[in-house]
Structures are given as C-alpha cells and as structure tokens.
C-alpha cells in the first residue's frame, strides 16, 4: 500500500501573483540598500523632497519603500488561492493605472507629490498596471481553460 501525500499545484495565476509579490518584495527591500539606491542620503519618509532614486532612475521615499514591501506581502497572502491571486493582480493593477494618472496631473514639485513619482515612476506605474491586470486575466482564463479541459472531476 503506497502512502501519497496529496500534491498541491499551483494555478497559473497563483505562479503569476506570487512571482510579482516578490519583485515587489525585491523593490521595497532595494529601496534601502545605499548603491542600489543613489543619493541614498536624501532618502527622506515621504515628499518630493526625497531625491533617493531607486537604480537612479526611479524616485522613492521611506514610504514608497514600505508600500512596495507591504504590497508584496499582501500579493503572497493572496496567491494562497486562485480567486485571491487574480483579484490581486487585477485590482493591483487597477490601483497601479490610479497612482499613473495620479502622476500625471500632479504637479512633481508641489506638495501633491507625497508618494512621490516621477516620470520615470509614471512609465513603470503604466505597464505594471496594464501588465497585472493582464496576468490576472490572461492566467485565470488559462486556469479555467485547463481545468475544463481535464473534464469534470477529474482536478
């Protein structure tokens, strides 16, 4: 008699929202290495005074790291299921296309720029959201397409 242990696989839209939590996780911990981010010395907790440039392009704040690294543990917890998973990337994704037109009608030198962003941020915050929200559509339909195709019952 063969003991299996019953093995758990991993839909693809739960690879998808585990592998962008972690960039995200990457990021905000990156934040607040000195050399990844350049003029790490003016690296304040929020503002557009803070000059930090994550890889010297990309303005971050004490803030936007803690967003990014709390974003991250919010896209692990949620990839513990399929439906969690596509709601994060597609609702993260909806929030990510906000903060790009958030970036776009802000004055970048005014106290509207908390985050703060610049247009660097507002490129990347463009094709993260378009990105997720095709994860989360793209990957949970190929979820759905696999399951049919297995027929009932059978997974």
Same mark, same amino acid.
């Given at each position: ?17 585990? %592998? ?5 996780? @990457?990021? !905000? ?15 304040? =907790?929020? !503002? ?6 994550? #890889? ?13 690294? #709390? ?8 990839? /513990?299921?399929?439906?969690?998973? /596509?709601? =994060? ?5 909806? %929030?990510?296309?906000?903060?790009? #037109?958030? !970036?776009? @009608?802000?004055? *970048? ?15 990347? *915050?463009? !094709? ?8 989360? #559509?793209?990957?949970? /339909? ?14």
């Amino acid at each position: 008699m063969s003991a299996t242990s019953p093995t758990r696989t991993r839909t693809p839209v739960q690879v998808a929202a585990a %592998v962008v939590a972690v960039v995200f996780l @990457l990021v !905000g911990v990156l934040g607040f290495v000195p050399g990844i981010t350049t003029d790490y010395d003016r690296l304040s =907790f929020a !503002g557009h005074d803070s000059m930090a440039m994550l #890889l010297g392009v990309f303005m971050v704040s004490v803030l936007h790291n803690i967003v990014h690294l #709390l974003f991250g543990i919010a896209g692990l917890a949620a990839a /513990r299921t399929a439906r969690g998973a /596509r709601l =994060f990337l597609v609702a993260g994704g909806v %929030v990510y296309l906000v903060l790009w #037109l958030y !970036g776009l @009608l802000i004055d *970048h030198g005014s106290d509207a720029n908390f985050v703060p962003v610049n247009t660097a941020d507002n490129w990347l *915050h463009l !094709g993260l959201g378009v990105g997720m929200i095709a994860l989360g #559509l793209l990957t949970a /339909r190929a979820s759905a397409n696999s399951r049919a195709a297995r027929g009932p019952g059978l997974g």
